[in-house]
Structure formats: structure tokens, C-alpha cells
């Protein structure tokens, strides 16, 4: 079994931060790359950021970049988006997925939380 499953979403003020966990049950997690997605209502799901197997560098959309954080804690099998400075247009189901060595796609996913940001 593959699972991915969120946590810590909400609703906050304009300006506030919030802490989104996903929590992999997945064998050799370190060789895994993680991503972050959301989707609005009404829009397409869009790439937020990633975190890179092994290496654990990461990158993100230019949307969010300088307020979201992305980190990894193997031991815990758990990776975190720390996002601060949230804006209105933050607003979406956010999901976290894996993609494996073998996958040029990612292929497994978390089931979604809301985040809400409130002006």
C-alpha cells in the first residue's frame, strides 16, 4: 500500500501562515521527489513546488516563491509546505503527491485539504 495523507489546512487572514503535512507510507521515501499542487475553483490545477529526491533541493512557482517553504523530514516519512505571507489568491485544495525513479509522473496523491485566505 501507497498512501499519501495531508493535514493542517484552514482558514486564516490575509498575511497569516499556515503549516500543510503530508505523510507518505511509502518504502525508500528519500528516493521519492515530492511535489505540492493546487487547484482553485474554477481553475486548472497548478504546480506550487517540490522537493528533490536525495538531493532534497527544491523549487518553486513563481507565484509563491519567497512565502512557501518546502521540507522534507525522513525520518518521519512526512513532507511539510510552510506557506507565510498568504494572499487571497492562495485560496485552493492543496495536494501533495510522489513521484518515484521509475515515474516521470507523479503518480501517487494525497486526497486534498482546503486552504482558505481570508481578506
Known amino acids: 500500500q501507497v498512501q499519501l495523507v495531508q493535514s493542517g489546512g484552514g482558514l486564516v487572514q490575509a498575511g497569516g501562515s499556515l503549516r500543510l503535512s503530508c505523510a507518505a507510507s511509502?518504502?525508500?521515501?528519500?528516493?521519492?521527489?515530492m511535489g505540492w499542487f493546487r487547484q482553485a475553483p474554477g481553475k486548472e490545477r497548478e504546480f506550487v513546488g517540490l522537493i528533490r529526491r536525495s538531493t532534497n533541493s527544491t523549487g518553486y512557482a513563481e507565484s509563491v516563491k519567497g512565502r512557501f517553504t518546502i521540507s522534507r523530514d525522513s525520518a518521519k516519512n512526512t513532507v511539510y509546505l510552510q506557506m507565510n505571507s498568504l494572499k487571497p489568491e492562495d485560496t485552493a485544495v492543496y495536494y501533495c503527491a510522489a513521484r518515484g525513479i521509475e515515474s516521470s509522473e507523479y503518480d501517487v496523491w494525497g486526497q486534498g485539504t482546503q486552504v482558505t485566505v481570508s481578506s
Open positions: 511509502i518504502r525508500t521515501f528519500g528516493t521519492y521527489t
